[in-house]
């Protein structure tokens, strides 16, 4: 059964600040991982898709990298912003084609 | 339409009545899912459509959950005798092919008073 968990739950930095969001998967047998931004008391907006057979992914400020082997992705944010505060969700397919999601990791930036 | 869109935004209903949620997909979607999330939690999968058929309704909680897509495009989540239980955001989401991006709505708001 695939397991999806995100490290941190939580996470506060200064404005300017370059940071990793953490996401790990069990099931190495994934086709991509897309990454979330959810905003308090809003749906979730997606951020980046990430297919199996890419490595990298890029837009704006936003980088994902994707090691389908160790079952990990994470989500670079250059240069971080007070605007940046949000939970940040990652999620996989599973063999049925439902989205599992992991916790989420709630960051704020600090001006 | 432009994107996924859920009516209304918020709901409150009274323990014990029955509610209907609704979901307009991106045109053109066959995938269709409905997740809840309550607060601070990452989203829980409820019922995943591909078509007008369930491929997927292993997450509804029990009988009293009970979701139809009968044309294949917009999708109606119901909800019988409502339990306070019941309050959490309720998610849309779609997209074209398993292999491409998600898109979800702005959700729903139900609470159960």
């Known amino acids: 059964k695939q397991e999806v968990t995100q490290i941190p739950a939580a996470l506060s930095v200064p404005e300017g600040e370059n940071l990793v969001l953490n996401c790990s998967f069990t099931?190495?047998?994934?086709?991509?991982l897309q990454w979330f931004r959810q905003d308090p008391g809003k749906g979730l907006t997606s951020l980046l898709l990430?297919?199996?057979?890419?490595r990298e992914q890029t837009s704006g400020r936003l980088n994902a990298s994707l090691d389908k082997s160790s079952g990990r992705s994470t989500l670079y944010i250059a240069a971080s912003q007070p605007g940046d505060s949000a939970t940040y969700l990652c999620a996989v397919p599973s063999n049925t084609g439902k989205l599992i999601f992991g916790q989420g990791t709630t960051l704020q930036v600090k001006p | 339409g432009a994107g996924v869109s859920q009516t209304p935004s918020n709901k409150v209903t009274e323990k014990g009545k029955y509610v209907e949620l609704r979901c307009d997909p991106i045109s053109g979607h066959t995938a269709l899912y409905w997740y809840r999330q309550s607060l601070g939690q990452g989203p829980e999968f409820l019922i995943y459509f591909q078509g007008t058929g369930a491929a997927d309704d292993s997450g509804l909680p029990n009988d009293r959950f009970f979701a139809v897509r009968p044309e294949g495009s917009v999708s109606t989540l119901k909800i019988q005798r409502t339990e306070r239980g019941d309050s959490a955001m309720y998610l849309c989401a779609s997209r074209d092919r398993a292999d491409t991006e998600a898109f979800f709505g702005q959700g729903t708001r139900l609470t159960v008073v």
């Open positions: 099931d190495s047998a994934i086709y991509n």
């Open positions: 990430i297919q199996s057979s890419q």
